[in-house]
């Protein structure tokens, strides 16, 4: 085993001292490679106070100084890019390139929050009165925290600090206990980048360490990615302490395949949706809804021996598609749901159950699986799995289609395959979900645009990265200005509209 994992406050790795540490774990072969320290809320107050001390001099910084620490960042993380895809897929599990993936997709909001100063542009008008004007600023919220998953252990991060710092913000970094080491190292290079010690503060943990952050009243606002029932709790504690809070949480994202889809066209982007990164995605397609059975029939014809096809293997072997999932506790749930699946009366296709891969006997992997016939009271539909499992609906009507993606408690994302204009754009009119897809199976934003779901998938009222993180991580501030600064008339007792005379 190696050395164990630290926290990283004001400016150095720091080693945990509360004496509760919870194994990392290699999900390819089993074994635990190290431990990650858990903070008592005592070592979350030493964050906090960091954070608190540095934010004066840090918000004082002319934004255009404090993008040039990310400037550099930006060339150290195409720098380490390799060694840092590396941590991802030895404590995530996903393959390499995937892992490169997610961190170009960060590096991506790294290089919006880079343009800062043109985002935090105010809006002045002259003359609001008789030589009166006013202007407004975005200001820092002061000390702000982010809680993550583990699922995109240095993109998701990213989609939160860059954009804070850039503000003026200082961060405290709350990563998932699973797979901490590449988000560590983020802030490793962040301070080799040149930022200055308290800025940007890590500590690792799970309730305890939360719960400090969420009743601490320095602590001005909170980002939380993760699953629906922790954001909820997430989200009404944060409030409940005066809190701005965003919170983005699960998904049960489907794809709506119409018969006038290109099949081959929709059963590549499903192979890809469903079981990229083992299905451990808020945008992983998880129901596939066919229009009309031959639809349907085609869809499984097609799907059914590419699935059976996939590489499953570990990381370390280029040709793996799919990796392991992230822990036994995620294969054991989602293996449950594959059984209740078969006992609730779905017809199940391919069966990712029992796959045995040499040399990789304790590993964690669940193969590809398929159902057909699936029905919206099964568990298999309602819930979200987070694992390789896809799930076929058949209905006869488009209408019915985007009824089920309406009703769903869910609505972080979806899609529809289809080569009518009309019916795709009455979809994305209609539907009932925060990122819409046509023929495009993962509609993730941009950076410079923002990602959240609607529905159960987000509590609060901000968007991630972009100008709603821009927004989110700001106060704004109006200014009313004299000059000349003499009042006529004495004291006013009475509010005057601009076009009375001041
Ligand atoms: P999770 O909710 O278990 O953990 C998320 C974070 O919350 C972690 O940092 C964890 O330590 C912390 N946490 C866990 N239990 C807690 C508790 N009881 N009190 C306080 N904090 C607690 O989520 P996960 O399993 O790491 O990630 C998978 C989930 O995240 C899925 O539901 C997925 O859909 C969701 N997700 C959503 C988005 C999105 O943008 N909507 C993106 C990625 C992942």
Not at 106 to 127: N, R, T
Not at 175 to 201: C, I, Q, W
Not at 246 to 256: D, E, R, S, T
Not at 366 to 375: A, I, Q, S, Y
Request: net charge negative; proline share 5%; charged share 20%.
């Amino acid at each position: 085993m190696t050395e164990q994992l630290t926290h990283f406050i004001d400016g150095k790795r720091v080693p945990g001292t509360s004496g509760n540490f919870q194994d990392v774990f290699n999900p390819a072969t089993g074994e635990a490679h190290t431990q990650v320290p858990l903070a008592s809320s005592d070592e979350v107050k030493a964050a906090i106070a960091s954070a608190q001390a540095a934010f004066p001099a840090w918000s004082g910084l002319a934004p255009a100084k404090r993008v040039a620490v990310l400037f550099k960042f930006r060339e150290l993380l195409y720098a380490h890019a390799d060694e840092i895809s590396e941590l991802v897929s030895k404590e995530h599990g996903k393959t390499l390139p995937d892992a490169k993936g997610e961190l170009m997709r960060g590096i991506e909001v790294v290089e919006f929050a880079c343009g800062i100063p043109s985002a935090l542009k105010g809006e002045f008008s002259d003359s609001v009165a008789t030589n009166v004007d006013t202007h407004s600023i975005r200001q820092p919220l002061g000390v702000v925290a982010g809680i993550t998953p583990f699922n995109f252990p240095t993109m998701v991060p990213m989609w939160m600090f860059p954009v804070a710092l850039a503000a003026g913000n200082t961060f405290i970094l709350k990563p998932s206990e699973r797979d901490p080491s590449s988000t560590l190292r983020l802030v490793e290079l962040l301070h080799e980048a040149g930022l200055p010690k308290g800025v940007m503060n890590l500590i690792n943990g799970g309730k305890e360490a939360v719960d400090e952050l969420l009743s601490n009243p320095v602590v001005k606002a909170i980002s939380f990615v993760g699953s629906t029932q922790v954001g909820e709790y997430i989200y009404s504690e944060g409030c409940k302490h005066g809190k701005r809070v965003q919170a983005l949480c699960g998904a049960k994202n489907h794809m709506v395949v119409m018969p006038d889809a290109d099949l081959d066209k929709a059963v590549d982007a499903l192979m890809g949706a469903a079981y990229g990164s083992a299905g451990e995605r808020c945008m992983a397609i998880s129901v596939a809804v066919a229009v009309g059975d031959k639809t349907a029939d085609a869809l499984i014809e097609k799907l059914t021996p590419k699935i059976q096809a996939l590489k499953v293997g570990p990381y370390t072997d280029a040709e793996t598609e799919m990796g392991p999932v992230v822990t036994k506790e995620s294969k054991d749930r989602i293996e449950g749901y594959i059984q209740s699946g078969v006992d609730q009366g779905a017809k199940l296709v391919v069966d990712g159950r029992g796959l045995n891969l040499q040399g990789y006997e304790n590993g964690f992997f669940v193969g590809g699986t398929l159902f057909d016939d699936v029905t919206t009271d099964m568990d298999i539909y309602t819930d979200e799995i987070f694992g390789p499992v896809l799930a076929v609906v058949r209905t006869q009507e488009y209408e019915t289609a985007l009824q089920m993606v309406n009703d769903h408690e869910y609505g972080n994302g979806t899609a529809i395959f289809t080569q009518d204009g009309d019916a795709a754009r009455d979809f994305t009119t209609r539907v009932q979900a925060g990122m819409v897809g046509v023929n495009v199976p993962i509609p993730v934003p941009v950076a410079y645009h923002s990602f959240g779901g609607w529905k159960r998938s987000l509590f609060g009222d901000h968007d991630i990265h972009g100008m709603e993180g821009v927004r989110f991580y700001t106060k704004l501030k109006a200014i009313t200005t004299r000059w000349p600064s003499g009042i006529k008339d004495g004291a006013q007792f009475h509010f005057k509209a601009g076009k009375e005379d001041h």
